[in-house]
């Protein structure tokens, strides 16, 4: 049913299809940002982090668990049924979220800006009932997942950069408005790209099915740490942005997006990296012996290795990077981009260590840590936003992603030894090294930003 390939492969054909997914994703963002504008291009960003929060209580663990456990399964005709369960139990959870998201989104004050907008990007959890890219992780077919997310992504930015601006103003829409629906027909034609694929795997096509009660209340049961986890993840990853679309104006919100999408993207080589890691690890977590610790050591070394220098280099290139890549009406974002640029190497490694615990079936011991970071972005951004804008939604998310990876890598202890970098050393000592390495590379701003919020 799986393929023969190492992790090696599946980590490369992932990565691959990520990174061409990506420079055409982020094509698209700075033709965005160009022609929109600050203002409208902030009022966009605010709809997509609404879209994610939707969408991940709309799937709320299920999506991960599915891999998981499907991973597990050899017998086509098992794993069909168990995928066609999965997709009903989502159906269900799509229409709450449509009924929450329709009582709950005239409430919040950017809904103002253009409420048919956010309802575009609330009905994204439609298309996701039908999303077969969680099927093909778990079955290691991530060619074809590959190919998913490369053909989404085209015809994502191939409808913004071609057709945006003759769509402008047709039947009364603005500019704005269609970039929803772009993201729409793009999210339902890639996951409709693997539905051929799937149904030669398994012998049919995946089609929702009501199952047993019993069955879903013992999926809702082992998701809902995953789910609860992955929503408090959101907080800590755009949680910044919907405070900003609250607190502060579009064209703040616009200048902080700008930045923090840069940003974004070592999260999504994160995301990328777990989907060829998880089903490998979940298997390796269910055999005896210290292999899954010993693979852990060595993944988690040479993420720890990889991301210091986005850190360094984010400090030091920030605004200029910024400039380059979005123009000088946003070089506000300069100094946003490197308080970012550490706060998501942070994120990144605590991520990594999140993941690992759920691999080995511990999803309940990552709740906590993430609801601390969460706590810390709405407690400081709701202090810090309303004063110091952009710069201070930044400062919250430092300190939040510092105290996730901290209290992460508190919960993975036993699985660290002297495999790691600093032989010899305590855990806890080694722990510290790093923190002083970050703390080195972001202290010229960190002092710099702490004098402008001293000085009011």
């Known amino acids: 049913m799986r393929g023969r390939a190492g992790i090696v492969r599946n980590l490369g054909v992932l990565s691959g299809s990520q990174a061409a997914a990506q420079l055409l994703n982020l094509a698209a963002l700075v033709f965005l940002a160009r022609v929109l504008g600050d203002r409208w291009f902030g009022v966009v960003q605010v709809g997509v982090a609404v879209s994610a929060y939707a969408l991940i209580t709309a799937e709320w663990g299920l999506l991960t668990l599915g891999v998981r456990e499907l991973a597990r399964l050899e017998q086509p005709a098992r794993a069909r049924a168990y995928a066609r369960v999965h997709q009903g139990l989502l159906a269900v959870l799509a229409v709450v979220v449509l009924g929450l998201g329709l009582l709950i989104l005239p409430r919040l004050p950017f809904y103002r800006e253009d409420p048919l907008l ?27 997942v ?18 945006l601006r003759p769509l402008d103003g047709a039947w009364g829409w603005p500019a ?100 060829a890691l998880l089903p490998r690890l979940s298997r390796l977590a269910a055999e005896p012996g210290g292999v899954f610790a010993a693979r852990f050591r ?21 605004p200029g990077l910024v400039r380059l890549v979005f123009g000088d ?7 946003v981009l490197q308080v ?41 951004g709701l202090v810090l936003i309303p004063r110091h804008g952009a710069v201070g939604a930044a400062v919250a998310v430092l300190a939040a992603h510092g105290a996730l990876f901290g209290l992460t890598a508190v919960r993975c ?26 703390a080195a590379a972001a202290g010229w701003p960190l002092r710099h930003w702490l004098r402008r919020l001293r000085d009011g």
Request: glycine share 12%; net charge positive.
């Open 146 to 163: 590959g190919v998913s997310r490369i053909a989404g992504s085209a015809i994502y930015a191939g409808a913004v950069l071609l057709l």
């Open 340 to 380: 970012l640029a550490v706060s998501y190497s942070l994120l990144a490694l605590g991520w990594f260590l999140g993941n690992s615990l759920l691999a080995a079936d511990r999803q309940r011991e990552i709740f906590l840590p993430l609801l601390v970071g969460a706590a810390l972005v709405v407690g400081l």
């Open 413 to 438: 202890r036993r699985w660290f030894n002297r495999d790691l970098a600093g032989a010899g050393l305590p855990f806890l000592a080694r722990a510290g090294l790093c923190a002083v390495a970050y």
């Open 118 to 144: 956010f309802l575009l990007y609330l009905a994204l959890v439609v298309p996701q009932v039908f999303a077969h890219e969680w099927i093909g992780i778990g079955m290691e077919r991530m060619g074809w």
């Open 176 to 275: 704005w408005r269609w970039v929803p629906v772009f993201y729409l027909v793009s999210f339902a034609a890639g996951q409709a790209a693997l539905a051929l694929p799937v149904r030669r795997w398994l012998g049919g096509f995946v089609l929702p099915t009501v199952g047993p009660r019993a069955e879903w209340g013992r999926r809702l049961r082992d998701a809902a740490p995953i789910g609860a986890s992955i929503l408090t993840m959101r907080v800590l990853i755009n949680g910044d942005l919907v405070l900003l679309g609250i607190l502060a104006t579009p064209a703040v919100a616009g200048q902080y997006a700008a930045p923090a999408k840069i940003g974004y993207l070592l999260v999504v080589a994160m995301e990328v990296l777990w989907k």
């Open 298 to 318: 060595l993944y988690f070394g040479t993420v720890a290795v990889a991301v210091a220098p986005v850190a360094v280099g984010g400090v030091l290139l920030g």
């Open 329 to 335: 009406q946003y070089t506000a974002g300069g100094p």
